[in-house]
């Protein structure tokens, strides 16, 4: 069980920001259909409650670090979605400038270390993020999130190892939403419980029913205990699904319709809106009214990433190094 007490204040937390990830990518898929949203965008609908339900036990200095499925991770950290969805539009005003897009939102200011487009890249990085928190004395944890098919990368057996060798304050998450891309978990490992493999380096690890928000934060709640008091790193295989394809090219044929039914019926912001009525939480008013004040933030947002200006060319050249008159860069 966890430590951190689940209340009120914290069930009514979970819907709305899980509401607002939702609604959210709602909006940037039909914007991508516009074409207003450009390259490649991966929606997180459907695994709401893996980010809402680490949020409930991270402290703001904590970071996070993800895959370029990052949309929902940046806006459960603070980041503004007026930043976020400038940054879908390539607008300056995003979060990275505009030069970033839909897979690369950063934020040094709220701890987000970003979305990242190589598969598994993100993993070292997060353990070295750790390694540097411990260096300097902190009390920070970074949880390091990624799929289920970055799991075959060679970097993350790697990481593990010298993860656990220094007791890095680090928790790596598996969302495994059951699918690489377009190619089954069951098509690709013969072993099907991925949290298995940090058994393998006597490494904490469990599954988590990704589904069930408080679940995740139960487990989270451990696993950040645990790096925190110096014990070292965990993994966690949180078993969720995404209702979308992998992404807006991608027309999931490889599943079956009853499948997507199935798991619809456990979705995690319909579980978390029945938990709060029947614990008489708050009524439909409170709701509705959370439901009009999201949208407005989301429609607020578009008008926002619309009215915001592109990059001036010159912004190619800056954001690359420290030094500012860094001599070998010329145009």
Not at 184 to 197: A, F, G, I, P
Not at 230 to 259: F, I, W
Not at 265 to 279: C, F, Q
Request: aromatic letters at 10%; glycine letters at 10%; hydrophobic letters at 35%.
């Amino acid at each position: 069980m966890s430590s951190t007490p689940i209340t009120k204040e914290t069930y009514l937390e979970w819907y709305k920001s899980m509401l607002l990830m939702r609604k959210f990518e709602e909006k940037s898929g039909q914007l991508y259909g516009q074409q207003k949203i450009r390259g490649f965008c991966h929606l997180y609908i459907g695994q709401e409650a893996v980010v809402a339900g680490t949020m409930s036990v991270i402290n703001p200095e904590d970071s996070l670090i993800t895959t370029y499925r990052d949309h929902a991770h940046a806006l459960a950290k603070g980041v503004s979605a007026n930043a976020c969805m400038a940054e879908m539009f390539g607008k300056v005003t995003g979060c990275s400038k505009g030069k970033g897009g839909s897979m690369h939102f950063f934020s040094k200011e709220h701890k987000f270390m970003g979305g990242h487009g190589i598969v598994g890249g993100q993993i070292p990085l997060g353990a070295g993020i750790a390694f540097a928190e411990k260096y300097l004395g902190t009390n920070n944890v970074n949880i390091c999130y990624m799929g289920d098919g970055a799991v075959r990368q060679g970097a993350f057996n790697e990481t593990l190892n010298m993860a656990m060798l220094w007791k890095l304050p680090v928790v790596f998450v598996i969302e495994n939403n059951g699918y690489a891309m377009g190619t089954s978990v069951e098509r690709t490992t013969n072993m099907l419980d991925l949290y298995k493999m940090g058994h393998g380096f006597d490494m904490p690890s469990a599954p988590v029913d990704g589904m069930d928000v408080v679940a995740v934060h139960n487990a989270m709640d451990e696993a950040v205990r645990r790096a925190r008091s110096g014990e070292g790193p965990t993994l966690l295989e949180v078993r969720t699904y995404r209702y979308k394809g992998h992404s807006m090219s991608d027309p999931a044929k490889y599943r079956t319709k009853e499948e997507l039914e199935e798991y619809k019926g456990k979705d995690p912001l319909i579980s978390t809106k029945m938990a709060i009525l029947e614990n008489k939480y708050a009524d439909d008013e409170w709701f509705k009214e959370v439901e009009a004040e999201v949208k407005k933030t989301v429609d607020e947002s578009v008008k926002f990433a619309e009215e915001s200006p592109y990059p001036d060319a010159r912004e190619i050249y800056e954001d690359i190094y420290v030094q500012e008159d860094y001599p070998f860069i010329m145009d």
